[in-house]
Antibody, heavy 118, light 110 residues
Framework: EVQLVESGGGLVKPGGSLRLSCAASGFTFSSHSMNWVRQAPGKGLEWVSSITRSSSYIYYADSVKGRFSISRDNAKNSLYLQMNSLRAEDTAVYYC???????????WGQGTTVTVSS | QSALTQPPSASGSPGQSVTISCTGTSSDVGGYNYVSWYQQHPGKAPKLMIYEVSMRPSGVPDRFSGSKSGKTASLTVSGLQAEDEADYYCSSYAGSNIVVFGGGTKLTVL
């Protein structure tokens, strides 16, 4: 079964850091670009970051550029999001999703919740 | 990176058709044939329903169809069923290696 499972969410104070992980299974992880997409409580979806198959190209939304870092380990079938200098407005459910920027994101994880609050 | 514009809500009776619009600019929807649509039920992850304006992934019923005219993309759901009640989001490639989403439309099946 094709599956993505996120972990690493939690409660963190403003200015703090958190590292999210996404474990992939059921498909050849190294053959696909991957993304992080977030959804603030009661709000819509917001694309956060993308990474190509071999990590050659990495892209970020302006809202997280310079604070978040996406990476992947194809040997471990895992995607990561290092989040630094967290702000209240980063509070959201974070989803990892498979797909290239120009195509659709066809596989999504169940999400992990990040809450930034003092 | 402005969000695409969707109506907050849409509705229809079982068996009817409903169309949800998604308006962007010449830099996103109007500039590329890379519009996707996602369905999201409460508390669940989004599900890809349409990609590249009108392509349906395997397993998505053909009651769902997509189109585009100029800067506006549309998702049409025909033969509405109770399980179609959900939030729907459009997205578009916006050049410069970014993706933008719409604000979402809550579809109610009356």
């Amino acid at each position: 079964e094709v599956q993505l499972v996120e972990s690493g969410g939690g409660l963190v104070k403003p200015g703090g850091s958190l590292r999210l992980s996404c474990a992939a299974s059921g498909f050849t992880f190294s053959s696909h670009s991957m993304n992080w997409v977030r959804q603030a409580p009661g709000k819509g979806l917001e694309w956060v970051s993308s990474i190509t198959r071999s990590s050659s190209y990495i892209y970020y939304a302006d809202s997280v550029k310079g604070r978040f870092s996406i990476s992947r380990d194809n040997a471990k079938n895992s995607l990561y999001l290092q989040m630094n200098s967290l702000r209240a407005e980063d509070t959201a459910v974070y989803y990892c999703a498979r797909g290239a920027l120009r195509g659709g994101m066809d596989v999504w994880g169940q999400g992990t919740t990040v809450t930034v609050s003092s | 990176q402005s969000a695409l514009t969707q109506p907050p809500s849409a509705s229809g009776s079982p068996g009817q058709s409903v169309t949800i619009s998604c308006t962007g600019t010449s830099s996103d929807v109007g500039g590329y044939n890379y519009v996707s649509w996602y369905q999201q039920h409460p508390g669940k992850a989004p599900k890809l329903m349409i990609y590249e304006v009108s392509m349906r992934p395997s397993g998505v019923p053909d009651r769902f169809s997509g189109s585009k005219s100029g800067k506006t993309a549309s998702l049409t759901v025909s033969g509405l069923q109770a399980e179609d009640e959900a939030d729907y989001y459009c997205s578009s490639y916006a050049g410069s290696n970014i993706v933008v989403f719409g604000g979402g439309t809550k579809l109610t099946v009356l």
